[in-house]
C-alpha cells in the first residue's frame, strides 16, 4: 500500500489509534515522502482480529523503543512514571519492582502482557507484574489501552492494559551502552549493557532467530546525600514547624536500669552523639510550655540510614525462533529468562517483640560500662541514683553530681552504626517459554500457544542484620560498645555476627496455559469482511509457599520450634526481620472462553462485540463480560469511536486459599460485652451484667490480619465506558480525545480492626467467639467492601512540519484530566473525592481503606501530561520533554501549619543524538535540566518533599553508545 496516494479518510483511519506514539512521527520522518510502504495487519491489544493499526475503534496509546530513549529513559519505570493515564508513584520503588497503575486503580487492576500473554505474577502478592522484567533490547513497542478489556483477556484488565511487544525478527548484531550519572553527589548512578543477535530471514530463508540480552545496575541514594531536601533547619525555616525529634533507638544508646525505661541517660550527650550515626536532641519537649528537658539525649539520624531510591539491578535475557513451515504453517518459539533484585534499605534495625527481647543488657562487668575508664557518668540534677539528666546550668539549673551507677544491670535499645542502613536483597527471577503455531486450515486462520511461566522472589538478609543473642554475648563480655564507635576487636566481632545474605522468605508462582484462536470471514458487508473470532484458554495458576529456616527460630522449653499453630515464626534471633513461611503448594484452574465479532457494516461505520466467559475452581461462579465498540467516518477528517465493556477482578490465589493467617494482638475492651464510648481506648468500658472486667475489659486478643479460608470472597466487577475523536483539521496536525468512565463495585480492601471495634453489631460475624462467650480471635482480613467512581478525559495532539529549511519538527502532546475520583470504603458508606489533594486522612488509604487501592493515601492530580517538541536533520536528531501535574491542596497539613498548597510540578530533558556513520549512534541527555526539586508539602506523611511522585536525584547526565552491525 503506498501511503502517498491514500486517501485522507483512509490516511486518518490509519493514524487515528497510533497518534499518542510520539515514536510513530518520528519514525516516519526518516522515510521520504513518496516511499512506498506496505501495510499489514497485526494483532492489537484488545481484540483477537488482526486489522490495521488504525482500524481499531479502541483507545491504544503506542510508543515505541526508539522514542523511550529519545526521552531519556533509563529504564522501563520513567514510562510508568510519566505516563498521564498512570498515577503510579514514586522514583522509589517497591521492593516488587516498578508496575503501571492505569487510572490509580492500583497495579492489580492493570493487566501486564509480553507479546499479547500473560507472564507468572510476582508471588508473594500474585497480583501483578514488574515492568522490570520486560527485555529492553528485544522490545518493539509498548502498547497501551486505556480501556476496559476482560471481555478479551479475563481478569485485572479493568484499569486497562500495558503489552509489551518484542521484535517479530531481528537480523544483524547491536550493542548498546549506557551511562546515566546525578550532578550532584552520592548514588543514583545507572549502568548498562545491552546487545541482539539475530540470523535468517523469514521471507527468504524460511527461519529466523535472534537472543536480546541486557543488564543494568543502579546504586541507592541516601537522604544525605541529598541535604537540601531532608536539612531540619531549612524545612523549620520553611514554616513547616518541625519539632526536635524524641529520642529513638541510636547507635549510641540512652539507657536506663529497667528494661521499660530504657531512655533515661546518655553518655555521648555531651561530645555529641558520635554524628552521623546519632545526633543530639533535647527532645520535643523543650519547645512546650513550661519547658522539659526529660528527653534529652541522643537520636538516630534518619538522613544517614534512610534510602530515597533503592539499589537495583536487572537481567534480561530473551530469545525468540521462528520457523515458516510453508506458506499456511509456521511456529515460534520465544523464551525470557528474567532476574532482577532490589536492594531494599530498611534503615538501621533495633530488637522487636519476636526477638529474645525488645533490649539489650550490660551488666558492670564490661570495660563500657559507665564510669569503668572508657565511659564517663552521667552528670544528674536531683537524686543522684535516679536524677534528672543535666544539660547546662540555664536548662537544667542545679548542681549537678555523678549518676549513682551501683553496678546496677543497664538496659538499651541499639543498632549497628557502623554496618550502615541494612537492607534486603530481594531477588526475583521470570521465566516463561512460549510455542506458538499459526497457519490456515479450511479456510480458518488459528492461531495456537502453549505457555509455561514461572516467578521466585527470593528475600534475604543482605547486610546490616544481625543474631540478636550473638549482640548480647558482646555487650556481656565487653567486646561491643553501645556507647560510640566500636574499636577494632568490636567491630570485628560486629562483622562476625552480621546474617548477610540469609535467605528468610521464599515464595514461588507458576502460570501454565493452552490458548486456541480461529478465525475467518463468514460474508461480505458493504464496508469490507465480517470477521468471526473464537478463542478458548485452560489455564492452570499454582503458587508454592517455602517453610520458614529454621536456622535462627528459637527454641521452647520441650525443644520444639518456637512457630504456632499457623506456623508463624513467634521467637527467633534474627533483629529487624522475620523467618516466614508455611510448607503449602495452591493451586487454581481457570476456563475461558471468548467469541469476538468485527462487523465493517459500510465503508464508515463498523462495529465490534467480544464476550468472554471465566469459570474459577477456586470461586463460587462464573463471570460473563461483554464489550461493545464502534467506529465511524463522520467526514473525511473526523472519526468517532464509543465503547462500553463490563469487567472484573478475581480475587489472588492467595486472597483465597492464603497459607497461613497473619495473626496480631491487641490490648482491647470486648466491644460487645464491655462497651465503651470511646471503643478504640482499652479499659475504658463497662462490663455487662454476669462479666467481670477481668473477663472482658483490658485483654490482649488475637486478630487476623491475613485469614486462612477466604472462600467467600468475590471478583470485583466493573462497568466502563469511552467517546472519543480523532480529528486531522489540516495536513500534518491530528488530534484525539477521549472522554472515559469506569464504575467498580465488590471492591476487595481489609476490614480494620478499629471498624470491628466501633461498629460490632455490623461485624458480629468478624469476631469469633469461645464457649464461655469470650472473645477467640477477631478476622480483620479482606472482604469486598466498597465502590468507586471515576470519570476523566484523555488528550492528544501530534503536529508535524517537514520540508523545513532547517529540517523536520514535530510537537507531541499527551494529557489526562480527571473529572472526578470518588470512591467509598464500604458499601453504602461515606462517599469520598480523591483529586487533587494530598491528605494522611486514614478514609483514604491504608489497611481497610480505600477499597484496597494502596498501602497509603494516593496522589492524584487534576491534570497530568507529558510533552514534546522534536526536531531531525540528516544524522542530527533532538528533543525536548516535559512532564507535567497541576498542584494540589493539602487537607490535612502538619498540626499548627496554614501551608495547605502543594505546587505544581514539571520535569524537563533534553536529548540529542548523531549518526557519524552508518551503524553507530551516539547520544547524550539531560533529565531533570531545570534541576527542579519536589514540590513542598506540609503533610506529615512527609518529611517536607513529596519525594514519592518527583524526581529526587536532580539533574542528570546521560551517555550512550549504539551500534549496530
Known sequence: MNIKHLHPRTRLTLCATAVLSLMTVAQAQTNDAAAPVTMERIQITGSSIKRLAGETALPVSTIKAEELEARGHTELKDLVLEMPQSLSLGTNSGAAGPMLNLRGLGAMRTLTLLNGRRLANEPLQDQYVSVNVIPRMALDRAETLRDGASSIYGSDAIGGVQNFYTYNTYKGARVKAEWNQPEHSGGGETKALGAIVGFGDLGADGWNAYVSLDHQRKSALFKIDRPELYDYSVLQGMGLGLLPDNKNPSPTANFGFTTGANSNYNPAFATGCAPPYSLPTLGAGNVATPRSYSNAGCYRNPNYYDAVTDGSEITNVFGKLSWKINNDHSLTLEGLHSQFNVQKYRGMQTPGGTAPATTYSMPSTSKFYPGKGITPLVNVIGNPASGSMYIDAVKTPGTPVPLAMNNRTIYFVWGPAELGSAYRNDEQTNDRLVLTAEGTVAGFDYRVGLNYG????????????????????????????????????????????????????????????????LTRSLMELPGGPLMLAVSGELRRDSAKVDPAPLDYVAKNANGSYAIDAFGNVTKHDLVGETPTGVARTLSRDIKSAVIEVDAPVTKRLSLNAAVRSDTYSDLDTTTVNPKLSLRYQALDQLVLRASANTGFRAPSIMDIQNPTPEVRTQLMDDPVLCPSPTPTIPNTGTPVSGKTADQVCGQNINYWTKSPDNSFLKPEKSRGWTLGLALEPTKGLLMTADYWGIKLSDMLGAVAIAEVQQQPAKYAQNIIRNADGTINYIIASQANRGDTSIRGLDLSVAYRLRGLPIGELSFLLDGTYYESYRFSAEKGGEVLSNVGIITNDARYGGAGVNSGLAGMPQINPRWKHTASIGWRDGAWSAQVSVRYNTALTDITPRPGSTVNRVSPYSQYAASMSYTPFKGLKLGFAVNNFTNATPPITANNLYVGYITSMADVLGRAYKVTADYSF
Request: aromatic letters at 12%; a positive charge; hydrophobic letters at 35%.
Open 454 to 517: 514461572r516467578s521466585l522472589r527470593d528475600t534475604r538478609a543482605g547486610g546490616g542484620y544481625i543474631l540478636y543473642s550473638k549482640a548480647q554475648e558482646g555487650f556481656t563480655n565487653g567486646i561491643l560498645n553501645p556507647f560510640g564507635l566500636q574499636d577494632a576487636a568490636g567491630l570485628e566481632y560486629l562483622r562476625s555476627i552480621e546474617a548477610r545474605d540469609y535467605s528468610y522468605r521464599v515464595n514461588r508462582a507458576f502460570n501454565k496455559s493452552v490458548d486456541a484462536t
